[in-house]
Each structure stands twice: as structure tokens, then as C-alpha cells.
Nanobody, 123 residues
Framework: QVQLVESGGGLVQAGGFLRLACAASGRTFSVYVMGWFRQAPGKEREFVAAISGSGDRTTYADSVKGRFTISRDNARNTVYLQMNSLKPEDTADYYC????????????????WGQGTQVTVTS
């Protein structure tokens, strides 16, 4: 059973930054794509960023390009999301998910999810 545990959320003013982390269990972490998604109240879960197993390929939602950076440390079974220049519209619960072998933003390609970490950006 794969377990994902997110951390790093919090309350921040617009223009500020946060770094989210997602620790994964299992020996095959480096094989799989990992992704970050977010869900605001009353909205569907939306794609934020994804990274290949080796870390050499990434993709981002247009809304976060140039502000967010996804990375991973396979030795620590951890994926990160550095979020800079935060905006109030970034407020949401952020989830990490384990995908398959293709770097995609389709939520249906991710089978395992963490419990989420809340990010609130005030204006």
C-alpha cells in the first residue's frame, strides 16, 4: 500500500512563498510520475504540476508557470512544490498524487493520494 503524506501548508500573504513536501512510502518511488493538484472549496481538483520519475521532465498548469517549481529527491522518497509569488487565487487544499509513467495532468492518471495540506493566501 502506497502512503503519501503532505506537509508545508499554511497561511501566507500575497506575494509570499511556501514550500510543500510530500513523503512517499515504498521502494519504487523513483519509477513513478508524481504530481501536485489543488482543490478549492466548491471546485473540482485541478492539476498544478507533475514530474517524471527521474526528475528530468516537468509540466505545469498555465496558472502557475513561472511561479511554482516541482522537484523530487528520490533518495528521500519526497517530492516538493516551491510556490513563489503566491496569489489569493492559489488558496486551496494541495494534494500530491502518484501517477504512472507518463508526465500528464489528468487527475484520472493518479491512483494514490495524500490527505492534503491547506494553503491560504491573504490579500
Amino acid at each position: 500500500q502506497v502512503q503519501l503524506v503532505e506537509s508545508g501548508g499554511g497561511l501566507v500573504q500575497a506575494g509570499g512563498f511556501l514550500r510543500l513536501a510530500c513523503a512517499a512510502s515504498g521502494r519504487t518511488f523513483s519509477v513513478y510520475v508524481m504530481g501536485w493538484f489543488r482543490q478549492a472549496p466548491g471546485k473540482e481538483r485541478e492539476f498544478v504540476a507533475a514530474i517524471s520519475g527521474s526528475g528530468d521532465r516537468t509540466t505545469y498548469a498555465d496558472s502557475v508557470k513561472g511561479r511554482f517549481t516541482i522537484s523530487r529527491d528520490n533518495a528521500r522518497n519526497t517530492v516538493y512544490l516551491q510556490m513563489n509569488s503566491l496569489k489569493p487565487e492559489d488558496t486551496a487544499d494541495y494534494y500530491c498524487g502518484r501517477g504512472t509513467f507518463t508526465v500528464v495532468g489528468d487527475v484520472n492518471s493518479y491512483r494514490y493520494w495524500g490527505q492534503g495540506t491547506q494553503v491560504t493566501v491573504t490579500s
